[in-house]
């Protein structure tokens, strides 16, 4: 006898907003993504309040680089994140629903390499890691997200407003710590390349450590960018023209620039390539040689960075972090990304708009 028909009933997939870049069809637009499942054991589900966008979500939205998660073909972008914890899976300590949280980016190879173990994925050794919002993982322009509670960090509350620049700065924390312990003397001046927010974070972290600091840009001595650089007690310049430093940042994508400033750098320099993109660049390697010169590489950041950008975040003054920011609804995210605003330094998207 046969038993009674069993009524298979699967719930709609719930799905939320998300700026998705499909990797089949190209296209990069707002639409609807199942929410994430969890959170399971040592997970927290967040729900995402700000992200910021950058020059690395262009690159990935113009294929440069990055890939949507295995078996997909679309990417959720966005990497620099605000979130509040909504909800918490079996095991989670330290963290309660309602903190404020900004997540790390980079999350570890697997098998752990040796770098990745010991807690500096920034560092990983196989490159086998996986980014959200770049490689591998969805990113944050969305409305939640489920995470490792190793992978957040928890914001005080006074910070709210500027949580989303936690991010860059852990970025500018990493390249500064690499900078002075790179430099065998004793640095005083920095040279910044480049105005965007890296450029700006980068001025201010070597201002409040004591630095003379410049930075060259290709905006107006009159631009928004420019007048804040000074105001804060930065020397602005159009050219490198009797510039001359100890330590070179460079955040302005010029690897050209980045080489010309190594003939500006004093003995015992050190120049950071953050954005640089790949050129082909003459290496002036007999002055490099003379100068005891070193070029570095720097990319991510470490849990530690992330501690130190927040420390760094509330030292400063709020009408300085204020000038950066332009806040803008979710639904222009996709045109941000591709056209940058004018007049606008750091582009923050709301997601609950
Ligand atoms: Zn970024
Ligand atoms: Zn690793």
Redesign the pocket.
């Known amino acids: 006898m046969a038993g009674p028909d069993v009524v298979r009933c699967r719930p709609a997939a719930v799905t939320m907003r998300a700026l998705r870049l499909d990797f089949d069809t190209r296209r990069l637009e707002l639409a609807d993504h199942p929410e994430p499942a969890g959170p399971g054991d040592g997970d927290v589900r967040i729900r995402l309040l700000e992200c910021?966008?950058?020059?690395?979500?262009r690159g990935v939205a113009e294929f440069e680089c990055g890939s949507p998660p295995a078996g997909e073909s679309a990417l959720i972008l966005g990497?620099?994140a605000v979130g509040v914890v909504d909800a918490l899976g079996p095991g989670v300590t330290g963290l309660e629903t309602g903190q404020l949280v900004v997540p790390m980016v980079r999350r570890n190879c697997g098998p752990l390499c040796a770098m990745c173990r010991r807690g500096r994925r920034d560092n990983c050794l196989t490159g086998e890691y996986v980014e959200r919002g770049i490689l591998g993982l969805h990113g944050y322009l969305c409305e939640l997200a489920v995470d490792q509670a190793d992978d957040l960090i928890a914001i005080p509350s006074e910070l709210a407003d500027f949580a989303v620049l936690v991010?860059?700065a852990s970025?500018i924390e990493k390249a500064w710590e690499l900078a002075l312990r790179l430099h065998p003397g004793e640095p005083r001046s920095v040279l910044v390349l480049g105005a965007g927010p890296i450029g700006i974070l980068a001025a201010w972290c070597a201002l409040r450590n004591g630095f003379e600091v410049t930075v060259v840009s290709r905006e107006a001595e009159d631009s928004t960018r420019a007048l804040l650089l000074k105001r804060h007690g930065a020397r602005y310049a159009r050219s490198l023209d009797g510039v001359r430093a100890d330590v070179v940042i460079e955040a302005c994508g010029s690897a050209e620039l980045a080489m010309a400033a190594m003939g500006v750098m004093r003995r015992l320099g050190v120049l950071i390539l953050l954005g640089a993109r790949p050129a082909e660049v003459r290496l002036p390697s007999l002055d490099m040689i003379i100068g005891n010169h070193i070029i570095a590489g720097s990319v991510n950041a470490s849990r530690e960075h992330f501690g130190m950008a927040v420390r760094r975040l509330r030292s400063y003054d709020r009408e300085w972090l204020a000038g950066l920011l332009h806040r803008l609804p979710l639904s222009q995210a996709a045109e941000t990304i591709f056209t940058p605003r004018p007049g606008v330094i750091k582009a923050v998207h709301r997601i609950s708009d």
Do not use: I, L, R
């Not at 910021?52 to 979500?57: E, I, M, P």
């Open positions: 910021g966008v950058c020059g690395t979500d990497h620099e991010e860059p970025v």
